[in-house]
Nanobody
Framework: QVQLVESGGGLVQAGGSLRLSCVAS????????MGWFRQAPGKERTFVAA????????SYADSVKDRFTISRDNAKNTVYLQMNSLKPEDTAVYYC????????????????WGQGTQVTVSS
């Protein structure tokens, strides 16, 4: 069992930055592939970024490539999402997830989810 708690969301103007954090507790954090997903109102949850156990494999959705950076600190049981050059279309609830090693871009591949943190980007 893994418990995930996200933080760092908020309201920011277009072009601004936010850093999301996700702290894990329970089973060994560094045993899990970690991902960030987002869900806008009325839309499906979609992949944002994923990182492997030792950070050797990283992937991004095309829509956030070159703007967002995922990283992890296994000593702190924490995964981060640095979001730069934010756009109004980045507005969503952002979720941290654990698992997903076989299909890191797929929602159903992750077994553990946080409660989400709201990111709102104003134009």
């Amino acid at each position: 069992q893994v418990q995930l708690v996200e933080s760092g969301g908020g309201l920011v103007q277009a072009g601004g930055s936010l850093r999301l954090s996700c702290v894990a507790s329970g089973r060994t954090f560094n045993g899990y592939f970690m991902g960030w997903f987002r869900q806008a109102p009325g839309k499906e949850r979609t992949f944002v970024a994923a990182i492997s156990r030792s950070s050797e494999r990283i992937s991004y959705a095309d829509s956030v490539k070159d703007r967002f950076t995922i990283s992890r600190d296994n000593a702190k049981n924490t995964v981060y999402l640095q979001m730069n050059s934010l756009k109004p279309e980045d507005t969503a609830v952002y979720y941290c997830a654990a698992g997903g090693s076989l299909r890191p871009t797929v929602v159903a591949a992750y077994g553990y989810w946080g409660q989400g943190t709201q990111v709102t980007v104003s134009s």
